[in-house]
Nanobody, 123 residues
Framework: QVQLIESGGGLVQAGGSLRLSCAAS????????MGWFRQAPVKEREFVAA????????LYANSVKGRFTISRDVAKNTVYLQKNSLQPEDTAVYYC????????????????WGQGTQVTVSS
């Protein structure tokens, strides 16, 4: 079992920055790949970024490349999503997820999920 708790969401103006955190507990974090997803109103949940605990490999959705950065702090069992140059279309609930397989981008492929944190970008 893995428990995930997101934090860091909030309201930010367009062009601003925000950093989300995902604290993981339970089974050894190094066994998992961690992903960030987001879901806007009336839209499907979509992949944002992923990172492997063991070696730090990263994967990004094209829509966030160059603006978002995923990172991890192994000692703190925490994954971060630094978001820069935020736009109104980035408004969504952001979810942290974990799975034992690396490279997955579909929500159904992730086994563990956090409760989500709301990010609202005003224009």
């Amino acid at each position: 079992q893995v428990q995930l708790i997101e934090s860091g969401g909030g309201l930010v103006q367009a062009g601003g920055s925000l950093r989300l955190s995902c604290a993981a507990s339970g089974r050894t974090a190094s066994e998992y790949a961690m992903g960030w997803f987001r879901q806007a109103p009336v839209k499907e949940r979509e992949f944002v970024a992923a990172i492997s605990w063991r070696v730090g490999s990263t994967l990004y959705a094209n829509s966030v490349k160059g603006r978002f950065t995923i990172s991890r702090d192994v000692a703190k069992n925490t994954v971060y999503l630094q978001k820069n140059s935020l736009q109104p279309e980035d408004t969504a609930v952001y979810y942290c997820a974990a799975d034992q397989r690396w490279g997955r981008v579909a929500p159904y492929e992730y086994h563990y999920w956090g409760q989500g944190t709301q990010v609202t970008v005003s224009s």
